[in-house]
């Protein structure tokens, strides 16, 4: 199994809603990965996960909330976001942090109205 | 000055012909990424190179560390092949990569 799975595939949500993105590999990897992704930019970072532990913080707002509850989840937690907050919100897991291949998943689409 | 950039923004190519897109970067790393960005999204990791060439099917990416350069080459091109490619690189002791702005690319029949 080399694949990472999001859910959902999309998203639609008011700014006073709480919801949830899902992410998941079953590849033994140790590293964990969110980024964010406006129309026509590269992926930005957003938070990176090392053996379960939060290693970077790109300084992201405090309406996403990162939580990894083992090595195969990593979910962000979303709160109050803005519209422009709208993007695609990208998972990736690489086998060790600080070296390998990441691998991405499909990404979630992400509207906030 | 971004740190890492590509050439060129765009590029249009006709079905079967061979095509270049070029990225540099301006300090030294540990690694260098080239991915494929597909309409709809996912992400694929095409290439990872800390030196010299590597080769994949129709694609070839190359390296030149002294001079912070790297090349991703299609030959015989195909219309599937048009996406958006993207190098990024990874500095030293860092879990993070930084990405250049893409190329898009478009593959005509």
């Known amino acids: 199994d080399t694949e990472v799975t999001q859910t959902p595939k999309h998203l639609v949500m008011g700014m006073t809603n709480k919801k949830s993105l899902k992410c998941e590999q079953h590849?033994?990897?140790?590293?964990m990965y969110w980024y964010k992704q406006k129309a026509k930019k590269p992926p930005e970072l957003m938070f990176v996960?090392?053996?379960?532990?939060?290693?970077i913080n790109e300084s992201v707002p405090s309406r996403f909330s990162p939580e990894c509850p083992n090595s195969s989840l990593l979910n962000l937690h979303l709160h109050a976001l803005q519209p422009e907050d709208s993007a695609l919100y990208l998972c990736?897991?690489?086998?060790?942090?600080?070296?390998?291949?990441?691998?991405f998943g499909p990404g979630t689409r992400l509207t906030v109205l | 000055k971004n740190e890492v950039e590509q050439s060129p923004q765009n590029l249009t190519a006709q079905e079967g012909e061979f095509i270049t897109i070029n990225c540099s970067y301006s300090?030294?790393?540990?690694?260098l990424h080239w991915l494929q960005q597909h309409p709809g999204g996912g992400i694929v990791s095409l290439f990872m190179?800390?030196?010299g060439k590597k080769k994949h099917g129709r694609l070839i990416a190359t390296i030149n560390i002294q001079e912070k350069h790297s090349s991703l080459h299609i030959t015989a091109s195909h219309p599937r092949d048009s996406a958006v490619y993207i190098c990024?690189?990874?500095?030293?002791?860092?879990?993070?990569?930084?990405f250049g702005t893409g190329t898009r690319l478009q593959v005509f029949p």
């Open positions: 990736a897991s690489s086998q060790a942090p600080q070296r390998d291949t990441q691998y």
């Open positions: 300090v030294g790393i540990s690694a």
């Open positions: 990024a690189v990874r500095w030293p002791n860092t879990d993070k990569l930084i």
């Open positions: 590849m033994g990897h140790r590293a």
């Open positions: 190179l800390s030196s």
């Open positions: 996960y090392s053996y379960e532990k939060l290693s």
